[in-house]
């Protein structure tokens, strides 16, 4: 079953802005990872944030997280076109030792 | 290797035709996933390599389908009988331990 749940589907902004992208779970979880997905294959992994972290930034990303709402947020900064893509939140379980459960994804479109 | 490697990166097969598809993970990762992508939708897990422990099988559709890994290298997922509903991205992933490396998948088309 789906544990992660992005909002919005899908997103279109102007190059230059922020693009923001919530997810929501539903167990407790040991990691929280988001994924990139261009052209539907292969996934990129793009930042893993633990359960007793709050905030974690890498280059133009920054990734929250809220154990007590059961949610996250992707922040890319300074869009550009080249951010298009599909992005997924993935969650492992507290038990640690848990394949990956991903959401439906967020289809962003950075339109220059 | 360098990355996570799958083939064929397409496969178009007749119903009831059986499929072996192969996945070769990065050298050294413990861990080898495999998910199944349909059109415009999330992934959907199907089974888990760990080691040399027992592989979590929970999220196989049927009993069509089967995989198997040589020690801490390749994989095989095998779906006999193939059924329209089959057609998807097959990808695998390996980790160890942290974020997952994917490879590229293989678009399995079931006519």
């Known amino acids: 079953s789906q544990q992660g749940e992005e909002d919005p589907q899908a997103l279109s902004i102007q190059e230059g802005e922020n693009a923001t992208m919530n997810c929501s779970y539903k167990?407790?979880?040991?990691?929280l990872q988001w994924y990139r997905q261009n052209s539907g294959r292969g996934l990129v992994h793009l930042i893993l944030?633990?359960?007793?972290?709050r905030e974690k930034h890498s280059g133009r990303l920054r990734v929250t997280l809220d154990t007590s709402k059961k949610s996250s947020s992707l922040l890319i900064t300074a869009s550009r076109a080249a951010d298009t893509a599909s992005y997924f939140c993935?969650?492992?379980?507290?038990?640690?030792?848990?394949?990956?459960?991903f959401g439906k994804g967020t289809r962003l479109s950075v339109i220059a | 290797g360098a990355g996570v490697s799958q083939s064929p990166s397409n496969k178009v097969t007749e119903k009831g035709k059986d499929v072996e598809l192969r996945c070769d993970p990065i050298?050294?990762?413990?861990?080898l996933y495999w998910y199944r992508q349909r059109l415009g939708q999330g992934l959907e897990f199907l089974i888990y390599?760990?080691?040399?422990?027992?592989?979590?099988k929970s999220g196989l559709p049927s009993d069509r389908f089967s995989a198997e890994r040589t020690g801490e290298s390749v994989s095989t997922l095998t779906i006999q009988r193939t059924q329209q509903e089959d057609s998807a991205v097959y990808l695998c992933?390996?980790?160890?331990?942290?974020?997952?490396?994917f490879g590229s998948g293989t678009r399995l088309t079931v006519v």
């Open positions: 992933a390996s980790s160890n331990g942290g974020g997952y490396t």
């Open positions: 167990t407790s979880i040991n990691n």
């Open positions: 944030i633990r359960s007793n972290e």
């Open positions: 993935a969650t492992v379980r507290l038990s640690g030792n848990t394949p990956l459960v």
């Open positions: 050298s050294g990762h413990t861990a």
């Open positions: 390599f760990q080691g040399n422990s027992a592989p979590d």
